[in-house]
């Protein structure tokens, strides 16, 4: 069974940093296309960033492209996620996820594409 558990979050003001981690544990890590998602309040759940399985290729949506950056360490089972220049609207629930069959087909930004996920962690931007 897999578990992702992710760590991290808190409250911080505009222009703040921050770094999100995720921890995998079971089935095999480095196989995995892993990613961050975020859900505010009454809104989707939408995507923020990803790496492909060999690290060799990251993802970003347009909102955070420049601020945040994803990472890996397949020796470590782990996956970051770096929050620069944070903004009010960044606020929200933080998901890390996996998607198992990385290895085997194309990148995907979708939310159903993604097998496993974490309870999330909560990162807070006061202005």
């Known amino acids: 069974q897999v578990h992702l558990v992710e760590s991290g979050g808190g409250l911080v003001q505009a222009g703040d940093s921050l770094r999100l981690s995720c921890v995998v544990s079971?089935?095999?890590?480095?196989?995995?296309?892993m990613g961050w998602f975020r859900q505010a309040p009454g809104k989707e759940r939408e995507f923020v960033a990803a790496?492909?399985?060999?690290?060799?290729?990251?993802y970003y949506a347009d909102s955070v492209k420049g601020r945040f950056t994803i990472s890996r360490d397949n020796a470590k089972n782990m996956v970051y996620l770096q929050m620069n220049s944070l903004k009010p609207e960044d606020a929200a629930v933080y998901y890390c996820?996996?998607?198992?069959?990385?290895?085997?087909?194309?990148?995907?930004?979708?939310?159903?594409?993604?097998?496993?996920w974490g309870q999330g962690t909560q990162v807070t931007v006061s202005s």
């Open positions: 996820a996996a998607d198992q069959r990385g290895f085997i087909r194309p990148f995907s930004n979708s939310v159903n594409r993604y097998d496993y």
């Open positions: 079971g089935g095999t890590f480095s196989s995995y296309d």
């Open positions: 790496i492909r399985w060999s690290g060799g290729n990251t």
